[in-house]
């Protein structure tokens, strides 16, 4: 060991003493890590670490891909199996984007076909994706696995098709909740005839037909089979032949769950269900009822992830169900199951940690059932281990909240949409301050936060203060003035995401945040009141920060929109003219 | 706030529903309740709303009046006045939006002798017998499930039959269940249960042919 062997930073005994592994023995060691936080903690210790670390990375996940560009990835980790790219802003998902904003996956596929010609997975997020990307993907890679697609848009069946005709060695085609254009079904027969590899199959979000005689011939084939989510165009007496075929199934989307059956169907179909020994997660259920729950029964016992929300059961059919599944931890329904089916939760899952009740009819002012308050408050009662909620309602109390965290105190995860923009305490008047008060005074590992109703700056005060852990906050129609954004910025050090619209917050707020923005991966303002002058200050005082804005309106001084994120790929070269670069 | 008056709200906030759609105001049922700015807020007597001018249009753009000087207790967030009338909220994917069912068919349902009347989603059914069930679950009172070609319903307490009608299209009182299922969706505009003893002047029933989308 030559103790004269320049170090790039820290000297001492820590580094003197990593110079004793061989670089071999360090980067068997380092390969066994798998967290991307952990990888990155290891990579700034020192300059030796730094290069074991990215010889071994084989996979890496980059939560903004405007945060850094193809090209330097590849420069810096050369043995790259798996990749995970982000792209939109989270509010994309509720139109607050404008199209062809960017986010296009091709000028990644192209370098990545150059320096990763090893590539085997591929997992997109709001990204955008075209057939010819897909297809370019599909011929570039020989040894492709896997592609999950979760809220992209741009492509079409015709991808699909591209993806199953030419990957050998698929495992997986996960496309969930995307935007995809139908041009028909016959994607499925273009999958070889010895093709038996596949091992997840996830369609869901097809919205026409498939060629189930080539689905059906599929999952005969492919022996490995274990995650199955088929369209709601499938019948249920299709579902039965897809599951004699398929009993290893560990996790199942199924079709349309209402069709008339014979009574020998309904057995046969039960049969089926109960021959699924590994079964712990179903979806799909379009447009069940509880007709035919019974098929369901013998399953159910072992499921641990039931998803309801694509079926608009009332609180009576939640009742018969759920009784036979005991074991679950995560739920989802529609809010058609109003509070009483809320309390059959409460009654009958008391290992829940996951709730999630979506609106069935969110933009119609006609229909005023839905959930309330004592919903919530009776799976609180029931569930005490619940620590992820998203709860759509239209009323709440500050007593009901204060009451639920006292039951759960352990939230991880708080979203609570009050779906009357800006609404009060129904009982007494008051905003629903103490509420979110209560939330994070109470749930001290709060991560994810989202506040709604009637909210004034004390709402932020209490999270500057009291939610330490806080990495996520969605702020809408909330707040008095700048102050309560200067809380959150000033208070929350693990703030990592800040996403606010139609807020009071502005110029003084959004220049508070300049020493932080840097930690953090972005911030979204829209429908506020920060104005050009700002943002351009942001941008010149803070190079390292691109920020983007969009206006309505030329002339105006007014900002519509800034998103404000960290990079060292410096301004974007793909932004469309309707996005400004400061 | 008084007793009195958180007393009043909850009176008005039977069930589930928000106490603000019973409001009374001027227009259509249906109609967005944005016709007048500030009315929108059940207690906006007490707060004063800076609505900044705005009236539904669309949230982005709005000028709001955050200016620094505005005091912490006055609220200046501006909620817009009717839901869908602002862009992305609720924050439902759009996705979501798509395969969700939209607002179903709901039609009204009167029983002879009941004080009041109850909704039903049509669409919630694929068949007479479905329907006849759940109407049988909403009204207590029946016991007596009616299958097929029995179409009427026994009160089993004063021993009256109640016979399904309904009003179609052409503002014309029908016979539930002559028609195939899905024509009789499309064209039901509400429901009444009629006591035999009422029903004479329709036609006498004949059995219905057997088909799959029959009841």
């Known amino acids: 060991m030559d103790p004269k062997r320049s170090r790039n930073s820290h ?70 199996r798996s990749v995970t790219l982000k792209g939109k802003p989270r ?180 049969s089926a269900f109960s021959n699924c020994k590994n079964l712990h997660t179903l979806s799909g259920l379009w447009d069940a009822t509880s007709l035919y729950f019974p098929v369901l029964y013998s399953a159910c016992g072992r499921l641990t992830f039931l998803n309801l929300s694509y079926a608009a059961l009332q609180s009576g059919d939640l009742a018969k169900l759920l009784p036979h599944c005991p074991n679950l931890r995560r739920l989802w329904v529609l809010d058609t199951v109003e509070d009483e089916g809320l309390e059959a939760i409460g009654s009958s899952c008391p290992l829940l940690e996951e709730l ?93 936060l989202a506040i709604s109703g009637l909210l004034t700056d004390l709402t932020f005060e209490y999270i500057g203060k009291y939610a330490k852990n806080l990495e996520t906050l969605s702020v809408a129609f909330a707040g008095s003035s700048d102050w309560g954004m200067q809380c959150v910025l000033r208070g929350c050090p693990k703030l990592r995401k800040l996403e606010i619209r139609d807020s009071p917050f502005g110029n003084a707020a959004l220049l508070s945040g300049l020493a932080k923005y840097e930690s953090m991966r972005s911030l979204w303002m829209s429908a506020c009141n920060v104005t050009m002058n700002a943002c351009k200050l942001l941008a010149r005082e803070k190079p390292r920060l691109n920020v983007e804005v969009m206006k309505d309106d030329e002339t105006d001084s007014q900002v519509d929109k800034v998103y404000v994120y960290r990079t060292i790929a410096g301004p974007r070269r793909d932004a469309p003219p309707f996005v400004l670069t400061l | 706030m008084s007793p009195e008056m958180a007393k009043k709200l909850r009176e008005s906030d039977a069930g589930g529903l928000n106490f603000e759609e019973t409001e009374l105001t001027l227009g259509l049922p249906g109609e967005t309740r944005d016709q007048k700015t500030g009315t929108k807020r059940g207690f906006s007597e007490t707060v004063d709303l800076n609505l900044g001018g705005s009236s539904g249009v669309e949230s982005k753009g709005k000028k709001c009046n955050g200016d620094p000087s505005e005091n912490e207790t006055s609220v200046a967030a501006k909620p817009p006045t009717g839901n869908d009338q602002v862009v992305g909220w609720p924050p439902v994917r759009s996705y979501r939006k798509n395969v969700m069912r939209k607002t179903g068919k709901y039609v009204k349902v009167a029983v002879d002798g009941a004080p009041y009347l109850r909704k039903v989603d049509l669409e919630m059914y694929n068949s007479y017998q479905q329907l006849l069930g759940a109407l049988e679950e909403m009204f207590t009172c029946f016991t007596i499930r009616n299958y097929l070609n029995e179409r009427k319903l026994m009160d089993p307490v004063n021993g009256s039959e109640y016979v399904p009608t309904y009003e179609d299209k052409d503002g014309d009182w029908m016979l539930v269940g002559d028609v195939p299922w899905k024509m009789f969706v499309e064209s039901c505009k509400r429901l009444r249960l009629m006591k035999s003893s009422e029903a004479i002047g329709l036609a006498p029933r004949t059995p219905p042919q057997c088909s799959s989308t029959s009841c």
């Not at chain 1, 980067?27 to 990579?43: I, P, Q, W």
């Not at chain 1, 492709?144 to 979760?150: D, E, P, T």
Request: proline letters at 4%; a negative charge; hydrophobic letters at 40%.
């Open chain 1, 11 to 80: 000297e001492s005994v820590n580094s003197s003493e990593s110079t004793r592994f061989p670089d071999e023995v360090l980067e068997r060691v380092l390969s066994l890590l798998t967290s991307h936080k952990d990888r990155s903690s290891v990579s700034l210790v020192c300059k030796d670490w730094y290069n074991a670390e990215r010889w071994t990375r084989t996979h890496v996940f980059i939560g903004n891909c405007y945060s850094v560009s193809p090209e330097i990835v590849v420069g810096r980790f050369p043995a790259i």
């Open chain 1, 91 to 270: 509010f994309s998902d509720f139109n607050l984007v404008p199209e062809n904003w960017g986010a296009d996956i091709h000028q990644w596929l192209v370098v990545f076909a150059e320096k990763y010609p090893f590539l085997e997975e591929l997992r997109l997020k709001r990204m955008t994706v075209t057939d010819e990307s897909l297809e370019f993907l599909a011929t570039s890679f020989s040894y492709f696995k896997a592609i999950s697609l979760m809220s992209c848009d741009g492509f079409s069946t015709d991808g699909l098709a591209a993806i199953a005709t030419h990957c050998k060695n698929l495992t997986e085609l996960d496309i969930q909740e995307n935007d995809m254009e139908d041009n028909g079904g016959g994607w499925l027969s273009c999958f070889p005839e010895n093709f038996t590899s596949l091992e997840v199959l996830n369609f869901a979000s097809q919205q026409g037909d498939v060629s189930f005689d080539a689905l059906e011939k599929l999952v005969d084939r492919c022996k490995s089979l274990r995650v199955l989510k088929v369209d709601k165009y499938v019948k249920l007496e299709q579902l039965h032949r897809l599951l004699v075929r398929a009993p290893q199934l560990t996790d199942l989307g199924t079709g349309n769950f209402q069709q008339e059956l014979t009574p020998r169907q309904c057995a046969e179909l039960e």
């Open chain 1, 356 to 448: 999630r009740v979506f609106p069935a009819a969110p933009f119609d002012l006609d229909i005023n059932r839905g959930v309330t308050e004592s919903g919530f408050i009776a799976v609180s009662r029931g569930c005490p281990r619940l620590h992820y909620v998203l709860y759509f309602c239209r009323q709440m109390t500050n007593a009901a909240v204060a009451t639920i965290v006292q039951n759960c105190p352990d939230f991880t995860h708080f979203r609570l949409c009050i779906m009357n923009p800006g609404q009060r305490d129904y009982l007494t008047g008051e905003p629903m301050d103490e509420a979110f008060g209560a939330v994070v005074k109470t749930c001290t590992k709060l991560q994810r």
